[in-house]
């Protein structure tokens, strides 16, 4: 008996824990709409989607550290389009069936809670609308804001969360002339239709909140409020803790800030003079460098491929390369065994499963054990290219074709890790201090492309083909040197697979491809980063957002 009671017990504690579980109220969707005004001034509109139970008697919004703005025009209104009595100074002591369609304020020593009844439970929708003087402020060289739209620590948090910010008299924002930023929470911030849109990929926790900061042309508003600083000085608090870039301000911004620096003539004609500075660095750093140049057989800087890229990256001008050292570490991998090309029996997936369709036999590449055994195979970037292969391969450490592709359509960051340390940089000054290391790439380089110069080619050379092929493809010149090699030594094909791999046209190649659209694919998420953090729109910062206004901690239920 005792037994069957101490079961009921619990049966009947889990249903009450069910039941109290269910009855909770959930905040389904938050819509905060900001209309900006002419005059810096924004009527906000909160438009909240909730299952209401029988906890609580009130709503509540907080507003704090508004920095001199004030807020006004305070309404409500439910689904049913009632519109709610403004009783001024709200009671929160009062009953919930007081407080029914009923709203107010609390005035507090750092800001606001603006307040109105539960009323009845079920699914209900609330619409709140105030105004904040002075939003937007003057900068000298933009106007805009830093603003917590939704704060931390509501009760309940929203499931889903948009701030959508307009431009005045209904006019659409331009996109020269907005750059935005977000912060506090998982999601994104873009220019959609004209309007600044920020909204959540997830649920908010208690600790997320969500931060906009807009930064406008003159002309686009007329703030009253002036601040005495540039636009930066917002920008720079609001960046620290968080992922957007620190990139240095350029020389044209500068002058911009601090015009008195230099004289007029100086601001339209230096950078062109800094850029023909550069240029002619660049052409006397190239021209020394092959001066007398012979040639040379061992690999440059101990067999280092991302210092070999830098020296010929130094002496050129434009775009740098830093695909073709991504492919000749590929082939490196392969040279020293870390990775094997074998035949595997597909099992096929998808579509062709359903179909029925047979698998087939296709190359694939296979992980093998990375031995670090010289400085050329101990790189860092190596180590994360092979770590990338190995992740991509999964459990079973076979690489079939496209998994790769695939892989690293789902891990953008960690190729955006693997690209900034693949872009080891050197300068043309760093480069006139090493310049004998630096003419032995040339010297290398020039020795690949002489290779059917030389008439004779010893056994130790021979051994050396399979860097050779590395640094062919470092340089862009593997097809026609993996062709010289075989009229001088067809024997070579039994003595490496890689170049037997490559002359067959077998899957090696396709790895290389698959590596350099890796390549691109980082290439693009960096400079997507880059505008990202330049205002163009993206995703959000988890972190900063310091230096906002309004916003605080609380508000939901009570």
Not at 182 to 196: H, K, M, Q, R, T
Request: charged share 25%; hydrophobic share 35%.
């Amino acid at each position: 008996m005792c037994s069957r009671s101490k079961l009921l017990t619990a049966a009947l504690l889990w249903m009450v824990g069910t039941i109290s579980l269910w009855a909770q109220s959930y905040l389904n969707k938050l819509n905060v709409d900001v209309e900006l005004q002419e005059n810096g001034d924004a009527i906000i509109t909160e438009t909240r989607r909730m299952d209401i139970d029988t906890d609580g008697s009130e709503l509540y919004i907080v507003i704090g550290n508004l920095n001199g703005s004030k807020v006004t025009d305070f309404s409500v209104s439910d689904e049913s389009g009632k519109e709610y009595v403004n009783v001024g100074d709200w009671n929160s002591s009062l009953s919930r069936t007081e407080k029914t369609e009923k709203c107010g304020i609390i005035r507090k020593s750092d800001g606001y809670e603006l307040c109105w009844g539960l009323g009845m439970e079920g699914e209900r929708i609330y619409t709140a609308q105030y105004r904040v003087t002075d939003l937007v402020r003057a900068y000298n060289d933009y106007d805009g804001f830093n603003y917590m739209f939704v704060t931390r620590n509501m009760n309940p948090s929203p499931e889903q969360a948009t701030v959508t910010i307009k431009a005045p008299n209904g006019e659409l924002f331009e996109e020269e002339k907005v750059r935005m930023w977000s912060f506090g929470y998982e999601g994104e911030i873009n220019l959609e239709a004209g309007e600044v849109v920020a909204r959540t990929n997830t649920s908010l926790d208690t600790d997320n909140s969500m931060i906009v900061m807009l930064q406008l042309e003159k002309g686009v508003v007329n703030p009253q409020i002036k601040v005495d600083a540039p636009f930066e000085t917002l920008k720079d608090k609001a960046f620290e803790g968080s992922d957007y870039g620190t990139e240095d301000k350029s020389f044209i911004q500068t002058l911009k800030d601090e015009p008195s620096m230099l004289i007029p003539i100086a601001i339209l004609f230096l950078p062109i003079l800094l850029i023909l500075y550069s240029y002619n660095r660049i052409r006397k750093l190239k021209k020394d460098a092959k001066k007398d140049l012979l040639w040379y057989r061992d690999p440059p800087y101990d067999g280092n491929l991302q210092k070999a890229n830098a020296v010929l990256n130094a002496c050129k001008y434009g775009k740098k390369n830093y695909r073709n050292v991504v492919s000749a570490s590929v082939l490196r991998l392969i040279r020293i065994g870390a990775l094997g090309v074998e035949e595997h029996y597909i099992e096929p997936t998808g579509l062709s499963k359903m179909l029925g369709r047979q698998g087939e036999t296709k190359k694939c590449i296979v992980i093998h054990p990375l031995v670090q055994n010289d400085q050329a195979t101990n790189t860092r970037m190596l180590k994360m290219l092979y770590e990338l292969f190995v992740d991509a391969a999964g459990s079973d450490g076979i690489l079939q074709p496209k998994e790769f592709k695939h892989f690293i359509k789902r891990n953008t960051d960690r190729l955006i890790d693997f690209m900034k340390e693949v872009k080891y940089k050197m300068s043309v000054k760093d480069c006139r201090k090493d310049m004998e290391r630096v003419r032995q790439v040339f010297g290398l380089k020039k020795y690949l492309e002489d290779f059917t110069l030389a008439n004779e080619r010893s056994m130790s050379e021979v051994s050396l083909w399979g860097e050779y092929l590395v640094y062919a493809e470092l340089f862009g010149c593997a097809d026609k040197i993996r062709e010289e090699m075989f009229k001088l030594n067809p024997e070579f094909l039994k003595m490496d697979k890689m170049y037997e791999a490559l002359f067959n046209n077998d899957v090696v190649p396709e790895t290389l491809l698959i590596a350099a659209y890796g390549a691109r694919s980082a290439e693009r998420a960096i400079s997507r980063q880059e505008m990202r953090s330049s205002g163009f729109g993206g995703s959000s910062s988890i972190g900063g957002g310091g230096g906002f206004s309004g916003g605080g901690s609380g508000g939901g239920i009570r």
